[in-house]
Nanobody
Framework: VQLQASGGGLVQAGDSLRLSCAASGRPFSSYSVGWFRQAPGKEREFVAAISRSGISTNYADSVKGRFTISRDNAKNTVHLQMSSLKPEDTAVYYC?????????????????WGQGTLVTVSS
């Protein structure tokens, strides 16, 4: 599967932003998908993930209550709705996919990675 992330940009603290990831290749419903991010000088970290059907989700503690992941298998897309953004959310966000049935938080499970989209939150 090929993944193309979009929607990043420069926003102010407290603003909202919606990231999208378009997938092509095998049927999108074959993959659990998620988002990771990497801030400058920091390690890559898990943000959110959603199961193949969309029933199960998982979030990093740092984004719970502020971010929402969703998917539309008919449109081969996954979204990350981000609200109440903070400067510490500044990072390159990567869309990822895995053939695993379960929702995972570890990057090694995800075999497919998009190119990343930059989110910058100013204070």
């Amino acid at each position: 599967v090929q993944l193309q992330a979009s929607g990043g940009g420069l926003v102010q603290a407290g603003d909202s932003l919606r990231l999208s990831c378009a997938a092509s290749g095998r049927p999108f419903s074959s993959y659990s998908v998620g988002w990771f991010r990497q801030a400058p000088g920091k390690e890559r970290e898990f943000v959110a993930a959603i199961s193949r059907s969309g029933i199960s989700t998982n979030y990093a503690d740092s984004v719970k209550g502020r971010f929402t992941i969703s998917r539309d298998n008919a449109k081969n897309t996954v979204h990350l709705q981000m609200s109440s953004l903070k400067p510490e959310d500044t990072a390159v966000y990567y869309c990822v996919a895995s053939t695993s049935i379960s929702v995972h938080i570890t990057s090694i499970v995800y075999s497919y990675w998009g190119q990343g989209t930059l989110v910058t939150v100013s204070s």
